[in-house]
């Protein structure tokens, strides 16, 4: 994928022809074409799906989830497609042409046993795009992926890229800061997700929610933090006593943070960044305390007031940059601070597969310039005596480790705390869990 360079806000993908059934394979071929070109341009796949369900507001869920399904899909496989397509192709076709075969090398590679259905569907669906000149296109080059995809794959296999299906960068970067587990972490980067919620014990016990999962015959563990992980995901409108407040969806190794933050009732506290709210309200789940929500962005922070209204809990949530304290601060010190902070996002790519190919590798130094600001800045809010619990869903350290002790070196009135008998925590991606980095510092009284 190209650099990105800024640009405008997209307008929504124009409808597929009329000729396609919305419940064709078909129609989920060109919409999902049309989303991994949006991305191909630059864009992320969060607008990109932003703006189809605002021109498609009516979309049945059945099609939603397969366009969601096929697109996630085709992006955690985006290095071994276009690594086939440059055996078969001369040169790259036109978008969203392009993107199509994408979308079908990756059915065919999770479909092997309906490859004539794809194939079809994938020529009906080209016949829809750019005026159908390239539906023998791709009806040659799907075919010919398929007559030779004993080659094709070892070829693949032998390649950095196709292999593991990040950019190059990337799988330097983790081979050379986790030697041992490198592979283990990419190949993470490429499976589904997993789905764990977090119970409101304020209205719910573990028993009561064990049970109406048992009813609603939704196989779910309890994990060792009291996360729960169901054996697969389910719609949110499947989960039993959701609607209620009585669970929340959340990662489970994001579960640990109301932990480690070692909260006591009555306590100031400050989640810096807060959006969409899922840290707020464990912290006021787990203890009574008095808690300021920040969010740079507007829309995200009326998100965590939204989440906080259905769980039945209170914080004062403003918009503000928590960098900027003549704009929010009242000059009250806090006891605890979470500073969950804007990060490269590298230990939930799975969730988020377009990251991966839109992120550069000067990136991460960004990142890291914007966390240190945020921790310089919070430092001056916390009480003297107080704890600050630094997190990142990353997994590069960069942002982690390293900030950490730069951190330290900057700030003499700093006490790294110990999590879990270690200096600090970093969770590597897992079937249980995505990846986080916890610290936990505290400030000389």
Not at 14 to 40: C, G
Not at 345 to 356: L, M, Q
Not at 398 to 404: A, D, F, L, T
Request: net charge positive; proline share 7%.
């Amino acid at each position: 994928m190209p650099s990105r360079p800024p640009r405008p806000p997209r307008p929504a993908p124009p409808a597929s022809a009329p000729t396609l059934a919305e419940d064709s394979l078909a129609y989920t071929f060109v919409t999902t074409a049309r989303l991994i070109a949006e991305v191909v341009a630059g864009g992320t796949l969060t607008e990109a799906l932003s703006a189809l369900w605002s021109a498609r507001p009516a979309t049945p869920p059945g099609v939603r989830g397969a366009i969601l399904d096929l697109a996630y899909g085709s992006l955690r496989d985006y290095g071994r497609q276009d690594f086939i397509l440059g055996k078969l192709l001369q040169k790259p076709l036109p978008e969203p042409v392009q993107s199509l075969l994408r979308v079908a090398l990756h059915r065919l590679d999770s479909r092997a046993d309906t490859a004539h259905t794809i194939v079809d569907q994938a020529v009906t669906a080209a016949a829809t795009l750019l005026g159908g000149k390239f539906k023998g296109v791709v009806n040659g080059v799907l075919r010919n992926a398929l007559r030779q995809s004993a080659d094709l794959n070892r070829a693949a296999d032998a390649d950095m890229v196709a292999e593991f299906r990040h950019p190059p960068w990337w799988i330097r970067r983790l081979r050379s800061q986790y030697p041992d587990h490198w592979r283990a972490i990419l190949a993470a980067g490429n499976t589904h997700p997993p789905m764990a919620l977090r119970i409101n014990r304020r209205r719910a016990s573990a028993r009561e929610v064990l049970a109406a999962f048992a009813a609603a015959e939704l196989p779910v563990r309890e994990l060792n933090n009291g996360a729960l992980l169901l054996d697969r995901p389910v719609p949110v409108a499947r989960v039993p006593g959701f609607a209620e407040g009585l669970v929340s969806v959340q990662d489970a190794g994001a579960q640990y943070a109301a932990r480690y933050l070692d909260l006591v009732d009555g306590q100031r506290v400050l989640d810096a960044c807060a959006a969409p709210g899922g840290k707020t309200s464990h912290i006021l789940e787990t203890a009574d305390v008095a808690l300021t929500a920040l969010d740079t962005d507007a829309f995200r922070a009326r998100r965590v007031s939204e989440n906080l209204e259905r769980l039945g809990l209170t914080a004062e949530v403003k918009t503000a940059d928590c960098r900027v304290l003549s704009r929010w601060w009242d000059g009250r010190p806090f006891d605890r601070i979470l500073a969950d902070v804007p990060c490269s996002a590298s230990g939930v790519v799975r969730r988020n597969p377009d990251i991966k190919w839109l992120r550069r590798s000067d990136d991460v130094a960004r990142f890291a310039a914007q966390q240190a600001e945020i921790l310089d800045a919070l430092w001056q809010v916390l009480a003297p005596g107080g704890k600050m619990l630094y997190v990142t869903c990353s997994v590069f350290a960069e942002e982690n480790r390293e900030q950490i002790a730069a951190f330290a070196t900057r700030h003499p009135d700093c006490c790294r705390l110990p999590i879990a008998g270690q200096p600090d925590c970093q969770y590597l991606p897992s079937t249980e869990h995505d990846g986080f980095f916890y610290a936990l510092l505290e400030k000389a009284a």
